[in-house]
């Protein structure tokens, strides 16, 4: 896993040259905020520990209007569940890996890999709500807690542990995630989430549309779409205020629940990386993700 520059860098050498990756570009962001209110001595020496404690969850439910039993489906003969698991283990950023469902069906099926599961209510409106129901159930402190979705069995270590890091380094943001570039055939895809971000790596929308949307009504091939990836961590206090917001107009009409956090005014870190492989929305995508792990000589 790469990561990659800012997508306002053109494609010239000159402008590529002169581009940062939008990590080291939160890092110094977020190390300037702090130093500049108070100090950067007193920063440095709070840095390690400064939301230091990091739990991953793997929200899973059996009902998916896209794909019933989907955390169940077989990957090249392991449960989908099972390979997004092992990839998560082997993030360094992570003190504590964990799945989060309401289905036992999935619980029996996590249980006999070896994964500590939380069993969670049906009520549970999204993954984030997942997330913090089985954080209070877990019943151990954490700074940080970072949602890895069940339907991605090739997510990269360094992606969860850039994500993490983005967090860390931006004291002015409850949320991070990461994006990746758009492949030109997922363009009009409502099942691939699109971004758009400002010059200091801060999401400013997601849709399932195409954006930015040019007024030729066609997808430019030159201009450096982003895709959204399924990985986002939280500051755990904020995590724990996520249930009581009201849903939000945006959220519910793109059905996307990181919008509602933009609407009500909090910061989200997204950083860019090289990521070819995405999730399992569809069956057709199990069949996509097999291809690319026989190619990579993935068993």
Excluded at 70 to 86: A, F, N, S
Excluded at 142 to 155: A, M, T
Aim: glycine share 6%; charged share 25%; aromatic share 8%.
């Amino acid at each position: 896993m790469t990561i990659c520059s800012s997508p306002s860098s053109s494609s010239s050498s000159s402008s590529s040259n002169n581009s940062k990756t939008w990590i080291i570009h939160g890092i110094v962001a977020g190390v300037a905020i702090v130093a500049a209110a108070s100090g950067a001595h007193a920063y440095f020496r709070r840095f390690n520990k400064f939301r230091s404690r990091v739990v991953g969850i793997i929200p899973a439910r059996f009902a998916s209007s896209r794909f019933s039993g989907k955390p169940l489906v077989q990957i090249l003969g392991k449960p989908m569940i099972q390979r997004t698991w092992e990839r998560a283990k082997l993030a360094a950023s992570l003190d504590h890996v964990v799945v989060a469902t309401d289905d036992e069906r999935i619980a029996d099926c996590c249980r006999t890999f070896g994964a500590d599961v939380i069993m969670t209510s049906e009520s549970c409106r999204n993954g984030t709500e997942r997330c913090n129901e089985a954080l209070e159930k877990l019943g151990k402190k954490y700074d940080i807690v970072v949602n890895i979705q069940g339907d991605e069995p090739l997510v990269e270590p360094e992606i969860i542990d850039g994500v993490v890091k983005a967090l860390q380094a931006a004291p002015d943001a409850v949320f991070s995630t990461a994006v990746t570039s758009l492949k030109p055939e997922d363009a009009l895809d409502p099942n691939r989430v699109k971004c758009v971000v400002d010059n200091r790596g801060y999401a400013i929308y997601f849709s399932r549309g195409l954006i930015p949307f040019n007024k030729s009504g066609k997808v430019n091939q030159q201009f450096p779409y982003l895709l959204h990836l399924g990985i986002q961590s939280y500051f755990t206090k904020f995590l724990k205020i996520y249930p009581d917001l009201q849903p939000t107009p945006l959220q519910l009409e793109e059905d996307l629940e990181q919008l509602k956090v933009l609407e009500n005014g909090y910061k989200m870190k997204v950083i860019k990386v090289d990521h070819d492989a995405h999730g399992v929305d569809t069956p057709e995508d199990v069949e996509k993700i097999e291809s690319l792990m026989r190619e990579r000589n993935l068993s």
